[in-house]
């Protein structure tokens, strides 16, 4: 879920600073028990719609599916 985030406040902070900013909000909320939404309320909700959080999963899974075919059919041959 951090991709998004940092993504968006890269431009703005940097993105080290994007990813310090984003890693003390889940520090505090995991010691206080508030919620994300309410630790990073400058974000659009669009960051906590699980849909979008697939990053580069699609590109990852058609590059594992074409390593697959290739090995395989080397072996059939």
Excluded: C
């Excluded at 951090?2 to 902070?13: M, Q, Y």
């Excluded at 659009?44 to 699980?50: G, K, L």
């Excluded at 899974?61 to 395989?72: G, K, M, Q, S, Y």
């Amino acid at each position: 879920m951090s991709e998004r985030p940092v993504r968006g406040w890269a431009g703005e902070l940097g993105k080290d600073a994007a990813r310090g900013l984003l890693g003390e909000a889940f520090r505090t909320s995991a010691r206080t028990g508030r919620h994300l939404r309410d630790l990073l309320g400058r974000l659009n909700e669009a960051v906590f719609d699980s849909a979008a959080w697939i990053g580069s999963a699609p590109a990852l899974i058609d590059r594992a599916l074409a390593h697959h075919r290739t090995v395989f059919q080397e072996k059939d041959q």
